[in-house]
């Protein structure tokens, strides 16, 4: 987050979308693959265990805070995942992720 922020603040968007890409890369190659199957719940348990409700939280906070990184430059993007995963985390109040203050993420 903080060397995104840095190219931001140098207007260095190239190197953005750069780590950008391979930050996604990383977590889909690493941490999703990795908990596929704690994920999908192959039980089909009604009730989801701990492990696999930490491991999607862990998801969706992550993916909550892309969406913060990169609303800047990929608006609807940001909007799309924001909205589809806010319900998921009470603390997330505001109706769309463009009425959050930049700065209150870094």
Same mark, same amino acid.
């Given at each position: 987050?903080?060397?995104?922020?840095?190219?931001?603040?140098?207007?260095?968007?190239?190197? /953005?979308?750069?780590? !950008?890409?391979? !930050?996604?890369? @990383?977590? *889909? *190659?690493?941490?999703?693959?990795?908990?596929?199957?704690?994920?999908?719940?192959? #039980?089909?348990?009604?009730?989801? *265990? #701990?492990?696999?409700?930490?491991? @999607?939280?862990?998801?969706?906070?992550? @993916?909550?805070?892309?969406?913060?990184?990169?609303? +800047?430059?990929? +608006?609807?993007?940001?909007?799309?995942?924001?909205?589809?995963?806010?319900?998921? !985390?009470?603390?997330?109040?505001? +109706?769309?992720?463009? /009425?959050?203050?930049?700065?209150? !993420?870094?």
């Amino acid at each position: 987050e903080k060397q995104m922020h840095e190219y931001y603040q140098s207007y260095q968007f190239s190197k /953005l979308i750069s780590t !950008f890409r391979e !930050f996604i890369e @990383l977590l *889909n *190659n690493v941490y999703i693959k990795l908990n596929r199957t704690v994920m999908k719940n192959n #039980d089909h348990d009604e009730n989801m *265990n #701990d492990l696999t409700i930490e491991s @999607l939280t862990v998801l969706g906070y992550v @993916l909550i805070r892309i969406a913060y990184m990169v609303a +800047p430059i990929a +608006p609807f993007i940001a909007e799309y995942v924001y909205r589809n995963i806010k319900h998921l !985390f009470s603390s997330l109040e505001v +109706p769309s992720i463009h /009425l959050c203050y930049y700065s209150d !993420f870094y």
